[in-house]
């Protein structure tokens, strides 16, 4: 059974993590969310739920006005060939419908298939939001925070500067 919020914010609780959350309408992509980033301090993340040719599972989780370059992101971590991975694996790994992938989903990983990939430039941030298990809020916390949530949960993250495909990436700033 999936975890529910009040159990993330518990178990951010536990682990001493300093957390606040904003309720919202729910927002399914990147521009949807664009009215609330002047409402919730703090670096507005994405996180990327996706499989490799041979059937890994990655979460690559990065600033939200990055596009990030899934063919250089392969390079870089010697993987093969990305794709997005289908809603009923993700549905069945984290335990999240589409436009609600987190790094806090990462709680309902029992089997730890996940490998998480964390953006430098998100990390270098000092508050990051995300959904908490759900689209229709954002949950803040410090950058550090994240990362030890992250190796508390049992993951060793993989700490990069995601490759962007910077024509776009400059469109969205």
């Known amino acids: 059974m999936a975890a529910t919020p009040d159990e993330l914010f518990a178990l951010l609780d536990r682990l001493g993590i300093e957390h606040s959350t ?36 990655w979460l690559v989780v990065m600033p939200a006005h ?11 971590l010697a993987a093969p060939r990305f794709s997005f991975a289908r809603p009923e694996l993700l549905q069945e790994v984290l335990e999240l419908t589409p436009g609600s992938v987190t790094p806090f989903g990462l709680i309902n990983d029992r089997q730890r298939r996940v490998t998480v990939v964390l953006d430098q430039q998100m990390l270098d941030a000092a508050w990051v939001n995300f959904h908490p298990l759900h689209n229709a809020a954002s949950t ?5 925070d994240l990362l030890r949530f992250v190796r508390a949960l ?10 962007v495909r910077e024509e776009l ?3 969205d700033r």
């Not at 990055?66 to 870089?76: N, P, S, V």
């Not at 803040?140 to 550090?144: A, C, E, F, L, P």
């Open 66 to 76: 990055k596009r990030a370059d899934l063919a250089r992101l392969e390079r870089i």
């Open 169 to 171: 990436a400059n469109e």
């Open 140 to 144: 803040t916390v410090r950058s550090g």
């Open 154 to 163: 049992g993951y060793d993250p993989i700490i990069v500067q995601p490759p």
């Open 22 to 57: 904003v309720q919202h309408p729910p927002i399914f992509t990147v521009e949807e969310g664009r009215p609330w980033h002047d409402k919730i301090p703090g670096l507005h993340c994405k996180s990327l739920f996706i499989k490799d040719r041979r059937g890994g599972i």
